[in-house]
């Protein structure tokens, strides 16, 4: 697939974002689109460096696995929304799981 381009009028240059995901082909596009509309990007390979991410800077838009070993990406979700409730987020996985994207949904709409 190929980005998006920016839209018409959008500066989004200030803005920063985390990318975690473990597929290198969904890592690169997710950055290349993410910079194609200005944003500054960070790449996590896991949990635990995500974590160390957000707790240095909650960025504007976290994209995130849902699968992260231990851990699961809507964790880091209910941290960056703790410190900085507009933060973004984006979850996504190729698991077709209806209680994980149940529990996807609810933490986005409470946190």
Do not use: W
Not at 18 to 36: G, N
Not at 43 to 66: E, H, M, S, Y
Not at 72 to 98: E, F, Q
């Amino acid at each position: 697939m190929k980005p998006a381009a920016p839209a018409a009028g959008i500066e989004a240059d200030h803005f920063t974002a985390v990318v975690v995901q473990k597929d290198p082909e969904d890592v690169r596009f997710a950055v290349s689109s993410l910079e194609a509309h200005g944003f500054r990007v960070a790449v996590a390979d896991g949990f635990a460096q995500a974590k160390g991410l957000i707790d240095r800077q909650v960025p504007d838009v976290l994209v995130t696995d849902v699968r992260l070993h231990d851990y699961n990406g809507l964790h880091l979700v209910l941290r960056g929304k703790g410190i900085r409730p507009s933060m973004a987020a984006v979850v996504v996985t190729a698991i077709a799981d209806g209680r994980t994207c149940a529990a996807a949904v609810h933490t986005a709409i409470s946190a």
